[in-house]
């Protein structure tokens, strides 16, 4: 009689210690994991905490900030959908890869990234400073614009402005990234077919990019509601809610700026978190 059954009997099942291992990691990985989310949610923590919530009452001119923002939001968003998508749907056709793909597609593609990527990661402050250049009272356009009426500086021209060159280009690649998840064969397919391009386009593209797009259009509302040094520098009127934010916290405080601030996460938040649950549960499934 040998060893060997003994031996065999005294080794670790290798099928068994995987398991436990992985177990083993995961709960080694889950420790940092919560304490990162926690450092996260914990303004949100702060903020429930600290509010006032038996003297909540907004300050004067709140709800005229509110009005404000969230009209102009919306013209700015459909500025966007209309201007924007047909960009990039152009960058994801020009950026790609197939059979129909001319040698300068890839290298045009690449410089309409970078054209709107720059206004992207250009600091809001510094953009302002910019659009006060380029559409201030003093340059060309804004002395142009003036001459038939339109005044773009501290004007609800200039806060629309400053809300389109904050959020465009949010919009922008989300959509862009939404237009390159669609199979350019069923493009092609539909033009084979004897569908014009503008068709294809309607019938095709858009449909199915639509959940990209609809995030897109989520991330702009929010950059769009939410943007402050912009305007500050070249539409400080009509008072948006950052701006009105601002205001109460100068002159009256922090314990000012509660109600304002819960109203603005109460009209800004819900969709892009609704969407990105749902486009989330579309990936799972």
Known sequence: MTDEPLLAASLPDAGAAAPSAARI?????????????????????????????????????????????????????????????????????????????????????????????????TPPLAMGLLLATAFGPYSIIGEGARRIGIELSNSPAAFLLAQVYASAPYYIFAARAAFAGVPREYEELSLTLGRGRWHTFWHVSLPLARLGIATGLALAWVRALGEFGIALIIAYYPQGIPVRLWVDLQDAGLNAVYPLLWVFFVIGLPVPLLLGLVSRARHAG
């Open 25 to 121: 990691g995961v709960r080694m990985m889950a420790l940092p994991a919560l304490a990162v989310l926690g450092i996260l949610l914990l303004p949100y923590l702060g903020l429930v905490l600290a509010t006032p919530w038996g003297r909540m009452a907004p300050a004067e001119g709140d709800w005229a900030a509110v009005r404000v923002s969230v009209a102009y939001t919306l013209l700015a968003l459909a500025i966007d959908a209309l201007l924007g998508t047909p960009l990039a749907w152009w960058m994801a056709r020009r950026g790609g890869q197939g059979q129909g793909q001319r040698r300068l597609d890839r290298p045009i593609g690449g410089l309409l990234d970078l054209a709107v990527l720059v206004p992207l990661l």
